[in-house]
């Protein structure tokens, strides 16, 4: 088990290697790799998007059994999301969370949309996630001050939203941050 401030290091350091185009694990996500059977010592947790052109593992430049990650439209927290971040800190030792949130994000496009009035969500599960996603921003925010409000209500509801997170993170047991991916850029960047 490494630190939280180690995990972020290395995430940080793998997010240089990839836009760099230097990924030193590229060979390792070839193949099948029966070791990880017998378990799993993931270093960090990563609450990402769905969207499909935010290959977690690759932006960060980490092989397989490296992170945990849960991955949801809009990258909003709900119960189940909660219980996932829970196991990964207490059965498999993960001290640090990232809550990833990524450029034109379309749960967040969405949520803007209806708050404008120029679209409805129809679906009862699409709206669960504008539902959630619609405390953090106003109608009248950009993109990117959305993108921004939305992973501060995700790093916040994984903060105060569970007693044995709470615990964990007054003992120093575990750290979330907030973080952005650019799409554009391959960039991550850190929220203060």
């Known amino acids: 088990m490494i630190t939280a401030d ?5 995430l940080k350091e793998g997010n240089r290697r990839f836009v760099a185009g230097e990924s030193a694990h590229a060979n390792s996500m070839r193949g099948f790799h029966p ?7 993931p270093f960090a947790t990563v609450l990402a998007c769905s969207d499909s052109r935010v290959p977690t593992e690759l932006i960060f430049d980490v092989g397989f059994g490296d992170l945990f990650v849960i ?3 809009g990258n909003v927290v709900a119960p189940s999301q909660i219980g996932s971040v829970e196991y990964a800190a207490s059965v498999l030792g993960a001290r640090l969370v990232v ?3 990524h450029s034109n994000c379309g749960a967040v496009v969405a949520t803007l949309q209806e708050l404008r009035k ?3 969500v129809r679906s009862p599960n699409l709206r669960s996630i504008v539902d959630r996603v619609q405390p953090a921003v106003r109608p009248d925010d950009t993109l990117e001050t959305a993108i921004t409000a939305n992973v501060r209500l995700s790093v916040e509801r994984l903060t105060h939203g569970s ?4 615990e964990l993170l007054d003992s120093d047991d575990l750290t979330i941050v907030g973080a952005e991916y650019s799409i554009e850029t391959g960039e991550v ?4």
Not at 6 to 10: D, F, G, P, V, Y
Not at 35 to 40: H, V
Request: hydrophobic share 40%; no cysteine; aromatic share 4%.
């Open 6 to 10: 180690k995990a972020l290091e290395r």
């Open 35 to 41: 070791d990880l059977a017998k378990g799993q010592t």
């Open 71 to 73: 991955r949801v439209a």
């Open 99 to 101: 809550v990833l949130g």
């Open 118 to 120: 120029e679209a409805s």
């Open 163 to 166: 007693q044995m997170l709470e």
């Open 189 to 192: 960047t850190y929220l203060e």
